[in-house]
């Protein structure tokens, strides 16, 4: 066997031109006995610790590098034809340092050098050398292209400048033999350039694929990136199909004339060491206040400070229960997580910035109770802190924040303020190509009729199979065609191989992480499409390294509870906050009970209502069972049915135990929640509570080992807490049954709370929630429907745009709701705020009058034209044809009146007299258009039917004909 290893290698991480994925790379080194392999992505590290974690694990040695892109001037430059096609540069971190530098290289391409690509340069080469191995690369490296020209003496000038910057130990001229014109001069040109300048050479296949047979994969991967048909003679190729994963064997054949630039392969590989530093934690530095001894004292500290606000008598309990949390949060080195945390909440909510009470597992922490992170009583709900943090199995805590959807990057930019820019970014995530998607995709490449793809796309269901393999063994419909048809065979087949590749890369929609030191020290990072920075590795990638990730969720409800709080106080006077909303509301659950809670959140889908209706909730606790119940498990095994006739008496609550009484008395003997199952193994088998949660885990998980052994521990403790036997082992069955269906408690009574709240203010306030939740969804013509369908049957009246009432966004106005101008199409902000200047000042009379007022550069014709279509200069009193009529002209004497006013000719009368001639249309009395006409206007520029509906005529006779109106 000759020893080789592949050091120029593209995995499905060079999006859309790499068809080899990391599991089969890996595979591959291991099946032909490679001992290493390298990944060198195209300008990008994004696959980077996948790749490490699945060559340690597979006794393969990983080599990270990347074949990053040299601009063949500044990496500042960006004139088209000229910059736009950088040279090639494959580099291999050979340590820690190396690794590091890679890294910087790699963000600076992206963040600074990017024009098409992403681009480095000299300058930056020569500054971050240190650590790194470099080879020549492709026919598109530097020296290549110059030898491919002819031009010897500026290959040997490049080369001499990476001998002196890398060294020449860490430059390696790179041969290539894939059977291209010119690749055997040019790989004997390079041998020349190597004994001129003492450098050593080295063998690499730039692999694309894995085998041969994939070359045709690989090619489909580049039309679906440049959007080419395989048809097409000019599209992106590879001329051959030598790029595949070549065994030491086949690599010294193809290179019998430069044995020693195998062997180079192997010496570089032996040379590079990096490893990332997996199971430490890397936390950034919270600086506490002077006259603390450390992170763990200010925290104490900042609980205790905060016990009496929180709790005016503070219980032994609670003594008890903060002491152990504190204790577990030392041990386990997390206070300054809990002190970050703490502190971007206490900021957004001192800003006014909208935050939920919690999410997640995180509940269950009285601690962050405390601190202000959550807002419900972890003691008063029975949520567990060990199921959020457990000492038996440490893991980075997780605070899941909900922040107002508007201002959410308010608080991120706090947080990059007070840690430094380049310690803070959000996080990357990857668009991967689903079985339809590849279906479709490679269907259209392959040349397919759109139909025909359609009607093998629509045959695919997600109920058949995860994968496409599954889905079409399960779908005889798509497994006969796939036999009967050669063609659709091949699609279905070349589909199942780039299926769960990443086609894009775009930005998590919450993830944001935080570093000790400068991001660069640890990750890549990349610029994302809004500007802003992002890590290229993805959330999985960064916590597993050890680094803090924080979910900074943006929370649509949050958005319309704040509206709703300026709302009422607007149109009522009364002051409300999230924290003050009362508990116990009659009219709430008077509300909730109806089941007419469009609108409010997790309540509003038919089913939901429907199970409202049933349950008859009366306090918070029936509204957490609810959002747990409400799940395709509990609803299909019966589960839900049996709860309700428990409720309301039907049914007998019995219990296999009495000691499991107090646990399930809540939920009527059922075991609902992961909470339960932690209380019953911590109180009848004698587990500690971090232990319990390790047996939710293994349920959770189906371990039957762990399982097993955690059964005999059960029933032992059972049996020394006087149950017998037998009643123990039914128990634990009981348990493992129900731990399918079992949900978070803790993440289930944030939620139910954010309901209670939206319930509240519908019930209490319904115009200015109503208002609050239309502005919300101004964007969805179809949302807007149903909301404003909903204000109709609660009777709360729609009034039109209206340029003398309309405020930006939709407001109360009596006891009925006014449409804001922004849902008026063609309209933008800039628009709206020349309107609303104009309004404060006094009303507009007439169309000329608004023509003349607000500003036409910011108020174009097609906005003016889209307020009269839609009914808002009803208040002057002048019908829609009318002003559409005089539009024209009105624009006209508009301009005309600005332009004078702009040159002076005004200054010696006022503008009224000016335009005293100005002429008006009659006072209303003008023909207006048909109700038919007016409804489309109001179809085609706010989306709905506002005044009325097309079908109104025939209401009664639908009603008479038991049809749907």
């Known amino acids: 066997m000759t020893d080789f290893v592949h050091l120029h290698v ?39 610790f996948k790749f490490y974690q699945a060559a340690m694990a597979a006794g393969i040695k990983p080599v990270i590098g990347c074949e990053v892109y040299v601009a063949k001037r500044s990496r500042h430059d960006r004139e088209a034809k000229v910059d736009d096609d950088p040279y090639h540069l494959v580099l291999l971190a050979e340590n820690e340092q190396g690794y590091k530098n890679l890294t910087k290289l790699v963000s600076l391409g992206h963040l600074e050098g990017f024009y098409y690509r992403p681009r480095v340069d000299r300058e930056l080469l020569a500054e971050y050398a240190d650590g790194l191995i470099a080879l020549s690369a492709c026919f598109s490296g530097e020296i290549p292209t110059h030898l491919l ?3 010897y003496a500026a290959a040997e000038e490049a080369a001499a400048w990476y001998r002196e910057v890398f060294g020449p130990r860490n430059f390696f001229l790179e041969l290539q033999n894939q059977g291209l014109e010119g690749q055997r001069k040019l790989n004997r040109d390079l041998a020349a350039l190597a004994r001129a300048l003492d450098l050593e050479l080295v063998a690499t296949n730039d692999l694309h694929y894995i085998k041969r047979e994939d070359a045709l994969v690989h090619d489909v991967l580049l039309c679906i990136q440049t959007g080419k048909t395989i048809n097409d003679p000019q599209r992106l190729k590879f001329p051959t199909d030598e790029f595949y994963f070549k065994t030491g064997e086949e690599m010294a054949r193809a290179f019998s004339e430069f044995p020693q630039a195998l062997k180079n392969t192997v010496a570089i590989a032996e040379r590079c060491n990096f490893h990332f530093e997996v199971g430490k934690h890397h936390l950034p530095d919270y600086r506490t206040p002077p006259g603390f001894e450390d992170k763990d004292a200010y925290l104490a500290h900042l609980c205790r400070e905060n016990l009496p606000r929180r709790y005016p008598r503070v219980t032994p309990e609670v003594e008890e229960r903060l002491a152990y949390e504190l204790e577990v949060i030392k041990k386990t080195g997390f206070a300054g997580y809990f002190l970050i945390v703490g502190d971007f909440v206490r900021y957004a909510k001192a800003q006014g910035i909208p935050v939920g009470p919690g999410r997640g597992s995180g509940a269950g922490s009285l601690v962050g109770y405390l601190l202000g992170i959550t807002e419900l009583d972890p003691l008063e709900h029975q949520l567990l802190f060990e199921r959020f943090l457990n000492p038996e199995r440490i893991s980075m805590p997780d605070f899941d924040i909900d922040f107002c959807f508007e201002r959410r990057g308010e608080v991120i930019e706090y947080v990059k303020e007070k840690y430094g820019r380049d310690h803070v970014a959000q996080i990357i995530t990857f668009g991967t190509m689903a079985a339809k998607a590849a279906v479709r995709d490679v269907g259209r490449v392959l040349g ?3 139909g025909e793809v359609d009607k093998i796309a629509k045959l695919i269901s997600h109920t058949a199979g995860s994968t496409l393999e599954e889905i079409v063994q399960n779908t005889p419909a798509l497994a006969s065609l796939a036999r009967e048809d050669q063609q659709v065979g091949r699609l279905l087949q070349i589909a199942k191989a780039v299926e769960g590749f990443p086609r894009h890369a775009s930005t998590h929609a919450a993830g944001v992480v935080i570093t000790p030191k400068p991001l660069t020290e640890y990750v890549p990072l990349a610029r994302a499409s809004e500007g802003e920075a992002t890590t290229q590795f993805p959330m999985e990638d960064l916590e597993a390294i050890g680094l803090l990730k924080m979910d900074f969720l943006g929370l649509r409800t949050l958005t319309v509870l704040r509206d709703t709080i300026a709302l009422v106080k607007a149109s009522t006077g009364k002051e409300y906050t999230l924290a003050t909303v009362p508990s116990g509301d009659e009219a709430t659950y008077r509300l909730l009970c109806s089941g007419l809670t469009q609108g409010v959140f997790q309540l509003e889908s038919s089913g939901m209502r429907r199970l409202l209706v049933q349950m008859a909730p009366e306090r918070l606790e029936d509204l957490i069972s609810l959002v747990a119940l409400y799940r395709p498990g509990p609803l299909g095994s019966g589960m839900v049915e049996d709860f309700i006739k428990a409720r309301h008496g039907e049914k007998e609550v019995t219990y296999l135990h009495p000691s499991l009484t107090e646990i399930l008395a809540p939920t009527y003997g059922i075991i609902l929640y992961q909470e339960q199952v932690m209380q019953i193994c911590h109180r009848l088998g004698g587990f500690t509570l971090a232990e319990a949660d390790l047996v939710r885990r293994a349920m959770g998980k189906k371990q039957p080992e762990v399982l097993a052994a955690m059964r005999e521990k059960f029933v032992q403790g059972a049996q020394e807490r006087g149950i017998p036997r037998r009643t123990a082992e039914e128990i634990f069955h009981l348990m493992e049954f129900f731990a399918g269906y079992g949900f978070n408690k803790s993440h289930s009574a944030a939620y139910a709370l954010i309901a209670y709240w939206t319930a509240f203010f519908k019930a209490n306030y319904p115009q200015a929630f109503m208002a609050a939740l239309l502005t919300s969804v101004m964007g969805n013509s179809d949302k807007v429907r149903v909301y404003i369908e909903e204000c109709r049957r609660m009777g709360i009246p729609i009034f039109p745009p209206d340029v003398n009432h309309s405020q930006e966004r939709f407001t109360v106005e009596g006891n009925g709701i006014r449409v804001g101008l922004l849902a008026v199409k063609n309209l933008g902000s800039g ?16 169309l000329y009058d608004f023509c003349r007022r607000v500003d036409l550069r910011a108020v174009n014709k097609r906005a003016v034209e889209s307020l009269v279509r839609v009914g808002a200069f009803a208040s002057t009193g002048h019908t829609r044809r009318a002003m559409l009529a005089q539009l024209e002209e009105a624009f006209e004497l508009g301009h005309r009146y600005a332009a004078q006013l702009a040159s002076g000719q005004l200054s010696l009368f006022g503008p009224e007299d000016d335009f005293s001639a100005t002429p008006e249309p009659g006072g209303g009395t003008e023909e207006e258009y048909p109700p038919s006409a007016l409804l489309n206007m109001e179809k085609e520029y706010l989306g709905v039917y506002l005044s009325g509906h097309p079908l109104e005529p025939w209401r009664e006779k639908f009603a008479a004909n038991r049809i749907p109106a």
């Open 10 to 48: 593209h995995s499905q991480y060079s999006l859309l031109d790499g068809a080899a994925s990391i599991e089969r790379l890996v595979a591959e080194a291991v099946a032909t006995g490679q001992r290493a392999v390298a990944l060198t992505d195209h300008g990008v590290m994004y696959g980077a």
């Open 149 to 151: 020209a002819g031009n």
């Open 448 to 450: 397919f009729p759109y």
């Open 831 to 846: 628009a709206i705020q020349a309107i609303l200047e104009e309004q404060a000042k006094a009303p507009f009379t007439s």
